[in-house]
């Protein structure tokens, strides 16, 4: 079955210093990737996505992730956070292969920026 | 666009009431889904829409749950009766293709049940 693992439950930054935020996922040979962040109250919205073009993907914010397929990682990256980082952070997969299939979600990963 | 609208917003209610929440996706998007966030167990799938018609329910808990997406507009998910294990915040989303094809899912800003 698919699935995805955000190996960080909660990950805490300086302000200015490097995010990386983890994701794993499990093995298909034709997934399509994505993160989302969730601010505080209110709804989840797409940072970026890979969908076997580049694997070096870039985003909203200054984010980025990159698609290892060696590693099945998709780990999300960023030079310097900002205080307007702090957010819940959402690794999720799809598998074209499956058809129409739903987006499986992973639990999440807050990210907490210190001033 | 205005995006997905929910409502209501917050809803507060006795446990043995019936609660009704509602969903306006977006113009235009043939897919639409309803998702459950708690701090337990996460972000859930509940059930999904395409061109009105339930696709997949298996998300939904129990038969106290029902969802029903009588034209394009319009979308409303109903618990009767309500319990306090229900409690959570209930998403929309809404999207214009196959999940695998286009990824991206429109999310409103969430519905906050909290049942007594």
């Known amino acids: 079955a698919q699935s995805v693992t955000q190996l960080d439950s909660h990950v805490s930054v300086s302000e200015g210093t490097p995010v990386l935020l983890r994701c794993n996922y499990s093995s298909s040979y034709s997934p399509s990737l994505f993160w989302y962040v969730q601010h505080p109250n209110k709804g989840l919205q797409l940072l970026l996505k890979y969908t076997s073009a580049a694997t070096l993907v870039k985003g909203i914010n200054g984010f980025e992730a990159e698609f290892k397929k060696s590693e099945t990682s998709f780990h999300l990256t960023k030079p310097s956070a900002h205080m307007s980082d702090a957010a819940e952070y959402f690794c999720v997969v799809s598998y074209r292969s499956s058809g129409n299939t739903p987006l499986v979600f992973g639990k999440g990963t807050r990210l907490s920026v210190i001033a | 666009d205005a995006g997905v609208i929910q409502s209501p917003r917050h809803e507060v209610t006795e446990m043995g009431q019936e609660v009704t929440l509602r969903c306006k996706p977006i113009?235009?998007?043939?897919?639409l889904f309803w998702y459950r966030q708690t701090m337990m167990r996460g972000l859930e799938l509940l059930i999904y829409f395409n061109n009105n018609v339930p696709i997949d329910d298996s998300g939904m808990p129990e038969d106290r749950f029902s969802a029903k997406m009588p034209n394009a507009s319009f979308s409303t998910l109903k618990i009767q009766p309500s319990e306090p294990r229900d409690s959570a915040v209930y998403f929309c989303a809404s999207s214009p293709g196959l999940a695998g094809e286009y990824g991206e899912l429109f999310f409103g800003e969430g519905s906050r049940l909290t049942v007594l």
């Open positions: 113009s235009g998007h043939d897919y």
